[in-house]
């Protein structure tokens, strides 16, 4: 493929010091990841998953190495607004309707009132939410809060979409439900995606590509190509070449992980 | 209506615990004065005697009530003797304080939050200020106000220009004022910085995903996540606030307000007249701490967030 590398990390390190000494987060970290991938992040708790996450985000600073984001430096893509970013948590703002919340980053952002109440009703759509623009957080449930935050992260033109355990506090029938609902995103609006989860059926069901992490020191260990197709019903996940690939990634974490 | 009977309960034993230390206090004064008068009194008669008494070492409570009726009721409330003339020059001044302090904390804790120097510097001064008994300064800053004529709101000249007669309750509001915001900017500055540092890691990320500058931070997130903080530390800045005003009528002048009410009460064994006041400082108190509490209720509300 010669498809455009949108994020590259290279010879990533990074290191937090702490009071018992320092952790070692990332270490040697080398990703491509190409416009329009769907990457999945795997691996246990303190892999460096959702550190690397931030690392492209630049909401954390490398030790060593590079990333880069859309050509830039991670700063200067995050000054230059190129990713939304969506939380494990919806954290919407009591204070402001479905509406104002998702009206957040375009007033940040300057955009004209005019377009800010375009964009806000694209992307309502876009999650299914047509209509409950006028009402205030806590009148939805967690999945149509999450499904609000996300369309908060997709209302202005960022090509990618960074996403860190946004079902992790979901119950499993509606983590489903928006496993599919974020697949037809995907498909509709041609983002790059990059999806931290710690659940092997989702990273399977959603990705184009998994990697695998394992911890200390984080890094990398196996990066699986999927082979599914782009259309993806939720039954596929009874397919053997399902079966397949997620025994793969479960192999993979058993390899990189020592159990004791 | 369940509430109805356990206050009714609490009222009815502070009352019988107040009618009883009445008669147990003011019972020596009935004795003497019969002693002196050679006559015998039987106990109904000294108890009945004790709940009348002009001076009494503590009043009973109808005659507190009764001195609170003639007080507001039966007194043209320009009078000096009203106990609504008085009141509202303690509220004036209360009222100006509150808003001073108040404006003063929220502005500290905003540098607090956003300069680490003024969070290394300010904060300890203001622990500093509030450790100083009120007592010890409020004297001070009357004289000290009172010296450089910087007394009344608006001069004499500009208050009759604007208002053709200076409002009685301008007259030495200042030196009230500025105690009343010294004791009321405290709660604020605490609150406050608590309340805009409230917005967990999450929130601020987000907004640095955005590349929102500190001020849309403030304004966006900072801000709105402090009301509930905010109306904790209005409430009890307002009661302090009150309690500031009272403590520097003690040496203001003129002699004015709530506090000079029991100044003077004390200095004439008008015991009745104290206990008035102090009914008319709390009443006064309970009623601003409620304005506040139903507007934190309303905002809340609207807020999302009660």
């Known amino acids: ?26 270490k040697d970290v080398n990703l491509d990841i190409h416009k329009g991938d769907f990457v999945s992040f795997i691996g246990p708790s303190g892999c460096g998953k959702t550190t690397f ?16 984001v859309n050509g830039m430096t991670a700063d200067e893509a995050r000054k230059s607004r190129a990713y939304g970013y969506v939380f494990q948590a919806a954290g919407l703002y009591p204070w402001r309707t479905i509406r104002g919340n998702i009206k957040l980053p375009l007033e940040i952002m300057g955009y004209s009132k005019a377009e800010q109440e375009e964009h806000v009703t694209k992307v309502l759509d876009l999650v299914d939410l047509r209509g409950f623009g006028q009402k205030f ?33 979901l119950d499993e029938i509606v983590r489903d439900h928006l496993n599919e609902q974020l697949l037809q995103l995907w498909d509709r609006t041609n983002k790059t995606i990059a999806f931290v989860t710690h659940s092997i059926p989702e990273a399977v069901y959603l990705s184009t590509k998994i990697v695998v ?9 196996d990066v699986i190509e999927s082979t599914l197709p782009r259309e993806r019903p939720l039954d596929i996940r009874d397919t053997q070449e399902f079966q397949d690939i997620a025994h793969r990634v479960r192999e993979g974490l058993r390899a990189g992980h020592a159990y004791d | ?37 050679g006559t015998e009194v039987t106990f109904t008669e000294m108890v009945v005697d004790t709940w009348a008494q002009e001076r009494p070492v503590l009043p009973a409570p109808h005659q507190v009530v009764a001195e609170l009726y003639r007080s507001t009721v039966e007194k043209k409330i320009t009078s000096k003797r009203s106990l609504v003339f008085h009141g509202w020059i303690t509220l004036s001044a209360t009222l100006l304080g509150f808003v001073f302090g108040t404006g003063m904390g929220i502005l500290l804790a905003i540098g607090i939050v956003h300069n680490r120097a003024m969070d290394m510097g300010v904060m300890p001064w203001a622990i500093a200020s509030q450790t100083i008994p009120i007592l010890a300064i409020a004297p001070m800053i009357v004289v000290v106000m009172n010296t450089i004529g910087a007394t009344d709101l608006l001069g004499k000249e500009a208050a009759t220009a604007m208002f053709g007669y200076q409002p009685a309750f301008m007259k030495g509001i200042l030196p009230k004022a500025v105690i ?90 008008q015991t009745i007249q104290i206990w ?10 309970a009623t601003l701490v409620a304005i506040i509490s139903w507007i934190e209720r309303r905002s809340l509300k609207k807020m999302g967030m009660s």
Do not use: C
């Open chain 1, 1 to 26: 493929m010669t498809q455009e590398v949108v994020i590259q990390a290279q010879n990533l390190d990074l290191t937090f010091p702490t009071n018992d000494g320092d952790v070692h987060a990332l």
């Open chain 1, 53 to 68: 996450l931030r690392t492209i985000a630049a909401l954390e600073t490398p030790t060593a190495g590079t990333v880069t």
């Open chain 1, 137 to 169: 957080p806590w009148q939805l449930s967690g999945g149509m809060q999450q499904r609000a935050s996300i369309a908060r992260a997709l209302a202005f033109d960022a090509n990618i979409l960074l996403m860190d355990e946004p079902f992790g506090a």
């Open chain 1, 213 to 221: 992490m394992s911890p200390r020191p984080g890094r990398i260990s």
């Open chain 2, 1 to 37: 209506m369940r509430n109805v009977l356990p206050i009714l309960t609490v009222v009815t034993a502070i009352m019988v615990i107040w009618y009883a230390a009445s008669v147990g206090m003011n019972k020596k004064w009935t004795y003497d004065q019969a002693g002196r008068a």
């Open chain 2, 180 to 269: 009343a915001a010294y004791l009321s900017f405290f709660p604020v500055v605490v609150g406050m910085v608590k309340g805009l540092r409230s917005p967990d890691h999450m929130q601020l990320d987000l907004l640095k995903t955005y590349n929102a500058s500190k001020s849309r931070t403030f304004w966006s997130l900072r801000m709105p996540s402090s009301t509930p903080y905010l109306f904790t530390s209005l409430k009890i800045g307002m009661a302090a606030a009150l309690v500031g005003a009272i403590v520097s009528e003690l040496s203001a002048v003129p002699l004015r307000g709530l506090g000079a009410r029991m100044l003077t009460g004390s200095y004439y064994g």
């Open chain 2, 276 to 285: 008035a006041a102090l009914f008319a400082a709390a009443t006064l108190a």
